[in-house]
């Protein structure tokens, strides 16, 4: 499975540009034929709302201005596209990743199960469940930052026989590297995982950068501590017995 994370800073006050921005970053990683493309939690609109309000004003639904700019890249290149964004639901807002096919068509919307702090501001935790889906090449679901830590989904992600796990986030700068804790949370899942990162502050808050691509605890690409950037790797079969899920 040939896969690439796009490493990325959205400007808050300027959706827009973010948005143009992020196309063209993926547009790049998309170029040189991948079976799925990951880009960051939140990707847009940047991560860090103190009310429910302001996330609100910036809340799209399922098939808003994201899923359209991003949906061309996807069919245009035929890969699978994973991409955080604020979903607004009715009255509930939700962290949640678009997850479109290789047609530009959405798949399903995957929506954060285990929250930070940060998210309990505005955010619902999510109500969608777990999904893998098959690629051409190989099985990946979609989780979204702090779901790598909830043994809960782990566990169900070792069940599944994933190939990878496509990890929108943005996670934060904490003094210490922080490949060595992911691929520590990934051990025994035999499947890659496919970090898209964001970088620099937001609010108060700073995020580490360093998007992966990491299998086994070894690195197979790697973004840096700050600046846009996309990565991207090959990464080998996992030939256990799939199993009922």
């Excluded at 935790?125 to 930052?145: E, K, M, V």
Aim: proline letters at 5%.
């Amino acid at each position: 499975m040939n896969v690439a994370a796009v490493q990325f800073k959205a400007t808050k006050s300027q959706f827009d540009a973010s948005l143009s921005r992020l196309v063209t970053l993926s547009t790049s990683a998309a170029q040189g034929g991948v079976d799925l493309l990951v880009l960051p939690e939140m990707a847009v609109t940047g991560y860090i709302f103190k009310e429910f309000e302001a996330a609100q004003r910036v809340a799209e639904a399922v098939d808003g201005p994201t899923f359209q700019a991003l949906s061309p890249v996807a069919r245009e290149h035929g890969c699978w596209l994973v991409c955080g964004f604020p979903e607004q639901a009715k009255d509930r807002l939700f962290n949640s990743a678009l997850v479109l096919n290789p047609k530009g068509e959405r798949a399903f919307v995957y929506r954060k199960t285990l929250l930070y702090d940060a998210d309990l501001h505005w955010a619902t935790s999510g109500d969608s469940g777990y999904r893998a889906f098959d690629t051409d090449n190989g099985r990946f679901a979609p989780g979204i930052c702090m779901d790598l830590n909830d043994d809960r989904f782990l566990s169900w992600c070792a069940k599944a026989n994933l190939q990878a796990l496509a990890l929108p986030t943005n996670w934060l700068e904490e003094g210490e590297p922080v490949w060595p804790y992911w691929a520590w949370r990934m051990a025994g899942l035999h499947a890659a995982l496919v970090a898209a990162n964001s970088w620099g502050t937001d609010a108060d808050i700073a995020f580490c950068g360093r998007s992966a691509v990491l299998r086994e605890g070894v690195v197979l690409a790697a973004g840096p501590a700050e600046g846009d950037a996309v990565i991207s790797a090959t990464i080998p079969g996992y030939l256990g017995a799939p199993q009922v899920l």
